[in-house]
């Protein structure tokens, strides 16, 4: 992805030290490699601008994996012959930013993007070793390519959804683009006008720097107090038992 002069400008000119940084973008495209994602085209602006100040980077597309349906950590050990989301699930740990895309289905996130968010669930039970939800202490945001509508609806569930797990959701943590309605061309097509799109570029660089100031800020993690699922459970007044399994 060609940044434009402005753009590049930003990263030229940048005081901030990013280099210790690592970011995880899932694109959850229907689409297998090598095809075509425009999802990804997207995405790539954000890695950009990302790699430019000096941050680790990985793209995943969950679809070019086997990954078991399921809400636990691993589903070998719930009846799967095969799962591949505990390799993934590494390496969303292993990250300061989360960054999740998806192209928009009948008004909807994609059905891979579901997949992602109930295998990120499956492990909003581990704790870290203050005693917080393993989430916390990492910033997400979200990506959205389509036609017609449904930007907004995909991205207000996908980062209550980050939110709910523990991540820490920046400002304007979401951008995206969308086509006129009806059939028409999708967002890498030529003569879309996505590219070009001064809206959407604009969105999408806001997003990305607010991801990495905050990853930043949270390099320290979270306060550890008030927060410690260890410390609730062991209070000595339980009024009322917990009926949920986290």
């Known amino acids: 992805m060609e940044l434009s002069t402005f753009q590049k400008s930003l990263n030229k000119d940048n005081p901030y030290d990013f ?9 959850c495209t229907l689409k297998k490699s090598p095809e075509t994602s425009h999802t990804e ?12 100040n000096g941050i680790s980077t990985d793209i995943i597309r969950p679809v070019d994996h086997q990954i078991a349906f399921g809400v636990y950590p691993d589903m070998k050990e719930h009846g799967w012959d095969r799962d591949d989301w505990p390799a993934i699930q590494e390496k969303v740990m292993a990250a300061d ?8 289905w009948l008004g909807e ?10 295998r990120l669930y499956g492990f909003s039970g581990e704790m870290n070793k203050q005693g917080q939800y393993d989430y916390y202490g990492k910033t997400g945001g979200c990506l959205i390519t389509g036609n017609e509508d449904g930007i907004k609806h995909c991205a207000m569930n ?4 980050l939110q ?17 309605a009806g059939p028409g061309p999708s967002y890498l097509d030529k ?17 990305t ?10 390099k320290n993690g979270i306060p550890a107090y008030g927060n410690q699922r260890d410390k609730w459970d062991n209070r000595e007044n339980k009024d009322h038992p917990n009926p949920e399994y986290r």
């Open 109 to 118: 996130k994609s059905s891979i993007a579901t997949l992602v968010i109930e």
């Open 97 to 104: 930013i989360l960054v999740i895309g998806s192209p928009i």
């Open 209 to 218: 720097w607010n991801l990495m100031h905050m990853a930043n800020m949270l």
């Open 191 to 207: 003569n879309s006008g996505g590219i070009e799109n001064d809206f959407t570029n604009r969105n999408t660089t806001f997003m």
């Open 158 to 161: 996908l980062l209550y959804s």
């Open 19 to 27: 280099s210790a940084l690592k970011a995880v973008f899932l694109n």
């Open 41 to 52: 085209g997207l995405i790539k602006m954000s890695d950009a601008i990302m790699r430019a």
């Open 164 to 180: 709910h797990l523990g991540y820490v959701i920046s400002p304007q943590a979401d951008a995206g683009w969308i086509g006129e």
